[in-house]
């Protein structure tokens, strides 16, 4: 990390300027925490990186200094709606800003052209899409001309995780974007994202050829974020009841979403929850965009009070008083987490992220992300997460994203930090491990344990163990990201199938003094009093 001195406010040429602007142009009292900073690094033409949490505030970081300079400024962004809804913010301020997209007609382009050119034009920002940079040699033309002409005063690059293959979002067309640094040197670039680990920023900066870079990083920090993990209840009505519960208890009639795995879940949530009186709606790709428009305004309105959505919905929700976000299932990454929690409570005030973890979840999300290069292990990395129940959530997600926490910072604003200490206790599960020469799927390997299901897969020598179900579950995943067990990946033509195999680690238990261990929950449930109650948990150790 680099740290940047700072001249007082006061002494920079600039800064008489950009304070009218945010009051006059954009209608704002005073800076978030870092956009000063950045905006006076920025406009004193150095190359940064801007990582700062979503709804943090990073576009004013470049649309403030396009209004403070002469010429204008690129922004690549890599979705139109990300830029539809910039641009109408901007048009209600009235700044002069436009986009340029596969679909512009002949005129906008060539109007665009003439103003990138024009000395006296108005247009500050023109945002494209990486693929304008990397396919229109026209449009290049065009650049290398305004910049000749000392027109094209800054490049910035939205959501620049997208460049790295590491970031969660990979974009190939990022790839060819740093022709922009080697054919504009002299215009100071702007990198901004919510979610890069100082591993893709490094990458980023690579692959944007920056030389050398400024890298401002905002606290991942939520203070006012609850973070919960709960067991997902294994019968999908007890589950629906206990989603039921909690929305018509703490959270009556106030604002939340719950984000699912897939379109038919968010479909079957939905019809469910409105059956118990709830008022719910369906958010996901395949709705047409005038329903998904529908379903946006309503909730803004609060017409609505639950989305139940697909990940579709998600970048430029921008809703204040969310009061919770329900995960029905986990999500693909710790990084696609953060995101989608963090639009809960973008107001500050108190609210809750619950997620609901099942075992089965693992595998259908392993089969979804399987042809994604690093998917499996992000999808780990969120298991373990799940899995974990001693440490402050805050401090694992701070580990995640390269930030050093302190737990006690978290004034008990997550299950663990609530939990009551916990008890050890030691348990012998399996006399021996059972050599799987059979391909099995998880659901079989778990009756296979229990001495359930076909004769043939189970194990003549291991007694079934006294373990309920859910704890042979936690169990095996644990197996899983410890690698004594694998997943093996076998395609039909019409689904991924996930198998469990013989991990790399597997020969380690033939060693008898191998002690595996990990936390288990114990067999009291605790009763949901509607508040939080922590849950007790012990340390299990097993012998093989
Ligand atoms: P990000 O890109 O970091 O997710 P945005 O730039 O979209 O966030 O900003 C999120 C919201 O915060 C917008 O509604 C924006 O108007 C608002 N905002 C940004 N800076 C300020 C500020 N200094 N004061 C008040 N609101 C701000
Ligand atoms: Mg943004
Ligand atoms: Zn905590």
Same mark, same amino acid.
């Not at 954009?26 to 005073?30: E, H, S």
């Not at 479909?267 to 939905?270: A, F, I, K, N, Q």
């Given at each position: 990390?680099?740290?940047?001195?700072l001249?007082?406010?006061?002494?920079?040429? &600039?800064?008489?300027?950009?304070?009218?602007?945010?009051c006059?142009s954009?209608?704002?009292?005073?800076f978030?925490?870092?956009?000063l900073?950045t905006?006076?690094?920025?406009?004193?033409?150095?190359?940064?990186?801007?990582?700062?949490?979503?709804?943090?505030?990073?576009?004013?970081c470049?649309q403030?200094?396009?209004v #403070?300079?002469?010429?204008f +400024?690129?922004?690549?962004?890599?979705l139109?709606s990300?830029?539809?809804?910039q641009?109408?913010?901007?048009?209600?301020l009235?700044?002069?800003?436009?986009?340029?997209?596969?679909s512009?007609?002949?005129?906008?382009v060539? &109007? =665009?052209?003439t103003?990138m050119?024009?000395?006296?034009?108005?247009?500050?920002?023109?945002y494209?899409?990486p693929e304008? $940079?990397?396919k229109?040699?026209?449009?290049?033309?065009?650049?290398e001309k305004?910049?000749q002409?000392g027109?094209?005063t800054?490049?910035?690059?939205?959501?620049?995780? /997208? #460049?790295?293959?590491w970031?969660?979002?990979f974009?190939?067309?990022y790839?060819?974007?740093?022709?922009?640094?080697?054919?504009?040197?002299?215009?100071?670039?702007i990198?901004? +994202?919510?979610?890069?680990?100082?591993?893709?920023?490094?990458?980023?900066q690579?692959? %944007? #050829?920056?030389?050398?870079c400024?890298t401002f990083?905002a606290?991942?920090?939520?203070?006012?974020?609850?973070?919960?993990?709960?067991?997902?209840?294994?019968?999908?009505?007890d589950?629906?009841?206990d989603?039921?519960?909690?929305?018509n208890?703490?959270? @009556?009639?106030?604002?939340g979403?719950?984000?699912?795995?897939?379109?038919?879940?968010s479909?079957? =949530? +939905?019809s469910? %929850?409105?059956?118990?009186?709830?008022?719910?709606d369906?958010?996901h790709?395949n709705l047409e965009p005038?329903?998904?428009?529908k379903v946006?305004?309503?909730w803004?309105?609060?017409?609505?009070?639950?989305?139940v959505?697909?990940?579709?919905f998600?970048m430029?929700?921008?809703?204040?008083?969310?009061?919770?976000? $329900?995960?029905?299932?986990?999500s693909?990454s710790?990084?696609?987490?953060y995101?989608?929690s963090?639009?809960?409570?973008?107001?500050?005030q108190?609210?809750?992220?619950?997620?609901?973890?099942g075992?089965?979840?693992i595998?259908r999300?392993?089969?979804?992300?399987?042809?994604e !290069?690093?998917g499996?292990?992000? %999808?780990y990395?969120m298991?373990s997460?799940c899995?974990?129940?001693?440490?402050?959530?805050?401090?694992?997600?701070a580990?995640?994203?390269?930030?050093? &926490?302190?737990?006690? !910072? #978290?004034?008990k604003? /997550?299950?663990?930090?609530?939990?009551?200490? *916990?008890?050890?206790e030691?348990?012998?599960?399996?006399?021996?491990?059972?050599?799987?020469?059979?391909?099995?799927?998880p659901l079989?390997?778990i009756d296979? &344990?229990?001495g359930?299901?076909?004769?043939?897969?189970r194990?003549a020598d291991?007694?079934?163990? =006294?373990?309920?179900?859910?704890? *042979?579950e936690? $169990?095996?995943a644990?197996?899983?990201?410890?690698?004594?067990l694998k997943?093996?990946?076998?395609f +039909?033509?019409?689904?991924?199938?996930?198998?469990?195999?013989?991990g790399?680690?597997a020969d380690?238990? @033939?060693?008898?003094?191998?002690?595996?261990?990990?936390?288990?929950r114990?067999?009291?449930?605790?009763?949901d009093?509607?508040?939080?109650?922590g849950?007790?948990?012990?340390?299990l150790?097993?012998?093989?």
């Open positions: 990390m680099y740290v940047y001195c001249l007082p406010f006061t002494d920079f040429p &600039w800064c008489e300027k950009i304070k009218a602007a945010l006059n954009f209608k704002l009292q005073k978030r925490s870092l956009q900073e905006l006076n690094a920025t406009m004193a033409g150095k190359d940064i990186f801007l990582v700062m949490p979503t709804g943090g505030g990073k576009s004013l470049y403030l200094p396009a #403070c300079s002469e010429g +400024t690129l922004v690549i962004c890599p139109i990300l830029m539809e809804d641009l109408m913010v901007l048009e209600q009235g700044i002069s800003a436009t986009l340029l997209n596969a512009s007609s002949k005129e906008h060539k &109007w =665009v052209h103003e050119l024009d000395k006296n034009s108005q247009l500050k920002l023109i494209v899409t304008k $940079i990397a229109s040699k026209m449009f290049m033309s065009k650049l305004a910049y002409a027109r094209l800054r490049i910035a690059v939205d959501e620049v995780h /997208c #460049c790295s293959q970031g969660h979002d974009r190939p067309d790839k060819s974007l740093g022709i922009l640094k080697r054919q504009f040197p002299n215009a100071p670039l990198g901004l +994202t919510a979610t890069a680990t100082s591993h893709v920023l490094k990458d980023a690579k692959i %944007l #050829c920056v030389q050398k400024i990083t606290s991942f920090n939520r203070p006012n974020l609850y973070y919960e993990v709960r067991q997902k209840p294994s019968n999908s009505e589950f629906i009841e989603i039921v519960k909690i929305i208890g703490r959270y @009556k009639g106030l604002s979403i719950i984000y699912c795995f897939s379109q038919k879940d479909e079957h =949530v +939905t469910s %929850l409105r059956k118990l009186g709830i008022k719910a369906a958010y790709a005038k329903d998904k428009t946006h305004k309503g803004a309105a609060n017409e609505i009070q639950v989305v959505a697909t990940v579709a998600g430029g929700i921008d809703k204040p008083d969310v009061r919770f976000v $329900i995960h029905h299932s986990m693909k710790m990084e696609n987490y995101q989608e963090g639009r809960a409570g973008r107001d500050d108190k609210a809750d992220c619950i997620l609901y973890y075992f089965g979840d595998f999300i392993s089969s979804m992300v399987v042809m !290069n690093v499996q292990q992000k %999808l990395d298991v997460y899995h974990n129940m001693n440490k402050c959530r805050r401090v694992l997600i580990q995640h994203f390269d930030e050093v &926490w302190d737990s006690a !910072n #978290c004034n604003m /997550c299950d663990n930090c609530c939990r009551e200490k *916990l008890s050890f030691r348990m012998d599960i399996l006399e021996q491990a059972d050599n799987m020469s059979e391909k099995l799927t079989k390997l296979a &344990w229990l359930k299901g076909v004769s043939k897969l194990v291991v007694a079934p163990p =006294v373990l309920p179900r859910d704890e *042979l936690r $169990i095996i644990h197996f899983i990201l410890q690698q004594y997943e093996d990946f076998s +039909t033509a019409f689904a991924t199938i996930s198998y469990l195999k013989i790399p680690k380690l238990l @033939k060693n008898e003094a191998h002690v595996i261990t990990m936390q288990g114990s067999n009291k449930k605790s009763v009093k509607g508040e939080e109650e849950e007790k948990s012990s340390e150790f097993f012998f093989f």
